[in-house]
């Protein structure tokens, strides 16, 4: 436990107070956001404000873990390195899209191409990662198996090694790309992403340190309903320094943000959420803890499908909102953004209470 609190106060302290840095710098460099033509008038102010923030949010939550493990001389597991892998890989991928939008001036950075390629490398390397390193129980870091609260029956495997090899692969990659592209979408108003992304990550803080509680290893009267794991309290101490991080650089990005974390912070977050769900066996459970960012992904998945459907029927494509993702489209309805963000906080706090009520259920009940 005091690992876990110590990682997230040494993250947060060093956003709160390192972030000022950030922003002199970004600004000295000339990293400011390009706000496209297309979007919300409102948003035209927002030109020019420091991006890749995400970096200071990295760095600190690779500071914050680190400092943690060394002062209590504790040794870094496998399963949190394999999450600060994700968050870093991707973190580099969306840190190559922001340079080049910063760079050329432009809304349009790595081609979908260029980005799915990206996220498929880093999501490939941390799917054969995740399979190695068995303990002396035999536990990998992730299970071939998949799971909603913890594994279930259903084994890729069974498939045989080599398909179930590839389809493991696949799934990792649907995960890795769809949370993380999700997190990118919603990163669309002040604070919006980042206060959405502390309820979502510090669920599997809380998940992990239920786990490690209920460890199949230490619990031995109700072995139907233990937890097979591997090292759930070190993913309870990542998350908590990511969460602490993002806390502290939510100060200067809220509205009116000082600061973005750019395609740097949401892929990288994103990815760090998603490896933290197939870690810790709840890989469904995220579509429910993860709610706000499965909402305003499906909103945009709408709005271009209806519009070449109509398109495509009738000649002329007609839009189910006035803009996407959703958040624009409560924009374009007058809604003030301060209020779209907090409305859509109390949405992903709900998810996230609910995704770990259902949780605690399974434990006592399944």
Known sequence: MRAVLLAGGISMALTLFATPL??????????????????????????GTPTMGGIA?????????????????????????LV??????????????????VHKQRSLGLTG???????GIVAVIFAWLALQFANEEGLTPASTKISIFRDTGFD??????????????????????GTSNGVNIADGLDGLATGAIIMAIGAYSIIGFWQFNQSCTTVVENL??????????????VASAIVGACAGFLWWNTSPAQIFMGDTGSLGLGGALAALAILSRTELLLVLIGGIF???TGSVIIQRVFFKLTKW????????????PLHHHFEMKGWAEITIVVRFWIISGLCVLTGIGLFYIEWIYG
């Not at 139907?224 to 101490?237: E, G, K």
């Open 57 to 81: 949010i990295i760095l600190a939550t690779l500071a914050g873990y680190f400092f943690s493990k060394l002062a209590n001389f504790e040794t870094p597991t496998i399963s949190a390195l």
């Open 156 to 177: 890729l495997m069974s498939f045989g090694a080599v398909a179930g090899g590839l389809l493991f692969a696949i799934w990792i990659y649907f995960l890795v790309a």
């Open 294 to 296: 499965v909402i305003v």
């Open 313 to 324: 029927k009738t000649g002329t494509g007609r839009r189910v909102f006035l803009n996407s």
């Open 22 to 47: 950030f922003i002199w710098l970004f600004r000295k460099l000339n990293w400011g956001q390009f706000i496209r033509a297309d979007g919300p008038a409102t948003h035209i102010t927002k030109h």
């Open 113 to 119: 191409w260029q980005k799915i390629l990206g996220q």
């Open 84 to 101: 600060l892998l994700m968050m870093v890989g991707l973190g580099l991928v969306g840190f190559i899209d922001d340079y080049i939008k």
């Open 224 to 237: 139907a309903s233990c937890y097979n794991v591997r090292d759930p309290l070190d993913l309870a101490v």
